[in-house]
């Protein structure tokens, strides 16, 4: 498979520094036989009564830090934990950093760089107890924006709000389920009132994001940690075997359906982490349609939506979204896609 098909050229100016306001009133664009401009907001209308919307109710960690190295700033977003007070961070700028240099964030949390590694990414050690280490997170950290805003700006007080969605519950993600920004309180509260809501955890690592730097054949995927419940489970299920459709909200909320769904064929609870890649030539299981946002070039999360909707179709609809001036990525515009 030829990681050139899955690659195109996007303008700067479509890529979204921040969310519609309000956040229901993004644009959505339907590809089911051919394609239909719409809004979130009419997102109901392609809904029927038997159907299920699954979340990922994941709560993004304030893991943006700015320090000091060398008399110079230093933006570190802590990605992955190795213990408590071990982490693999994307440093900026990472040209002078060097294995054995001090950070420095406040008079009480300093961090050494154990090692090095390539695309920015280095092993730091903080020399603090845990509680000093998560109150300065929770009080001096700032939410973890993608690389492509960062560029641009700095994270600040807005996107406490913008990149969290309005359902998260449990802490641990380092980057958002970013399909279900779209959603308002009003919104969820109706898909509960129908009891059509169900929410399963996947807790997203910064890997989902990343672009495939050599072949797809060769590609690790990363692990990221999830669970579904006995009783989401059993709604999944319930919903399918009445006749009634499975909506994902995004494609970890996907990732992790089809993770459950692979002993049997059938969803099942899960509790543990999950390294799988869909790609073109996955046989999905559970999940009918897909909601999600419009992914980077060469990502595993384009090849998903691939698989889901057809390679070709996919192309298609992201030369159509460039033409039409939707808004890409993490804050941007979203997408209905109907399995192929």
Known sequence: MDLGQFDYCLPDQLIAKRPCVPREFSRMLVCDAGFKDDKFINFFNYLDDKDIIVVNNSKVMPIFLIGIIKNQEI???????????????????SKKLNSGD?????????A????????????????????????????????????????????????????????AKNFGSVAA?????????????????????????LHVGSGTFQPIRDTIESHQMHSEYGII????????????????RVISVGTTTLRLI????LKTGEIDSYEGETDIFIKPGFNFN???????????????????????????????????????????????????????
């Not at 300065?136 to 913008?162: A, C």
């Open 112 to 167: 050494k760089v154990l090692e090095k590694r390539n695309f920015g990414e280095a092993v730091i050690s903080f020399n603090c107890d845990d509680e000093d280490l998560n109150s300065y997170i929770q009080d001096q950290g700032k939410m973890p924006l993608p690389p492509y805003i960062l560029k641009s700006r700095d994270s600040d007080s807005k996107d406490f709000i913008d990149y969290q969605t309005v359902y």
């Open 258 to 261: 089809e993770t459950g769904s």
């Open 177 to 201: 389920p970013t399909a279900g920004l779209h959603f308002d309180h009003t919104i969820i509260k109706k898909l509960k009132d129908n009891n059509q809501l169900v929410e399963i955890t």
């Open 286 to 340: 559970t999940v009918d349609l897909l909601l999600t946002n419009f992914h980077l070039p060469k990502s595993t999360l384009l090849l998903l939506v691939s698989a889901f909707a057809g390679t070709e179709k996919i192309k298609k609809l992201y030369d159509y979204a460039i033409n039409m001036k939707y808004r890409f990525f993490s804050y941007g515009d979203v997408t209905l896609l109907y399995r192929k």
């Open 229 to 244: 419940t006995e009783e989401s489970a059993s709604k999944i299920l319930k919903c399918k075997k009445n006749g009634g």
């Open 75 to 93: 933006k570190v977003t802590l990605h992955k934990e190795i213990n408590s007070l071990t982490w693999l961070a994307f440093t900026r700028p």
């Open 102 to 110: 001090e950070i420095y964030f406040s008079k009480k949390i300093n």
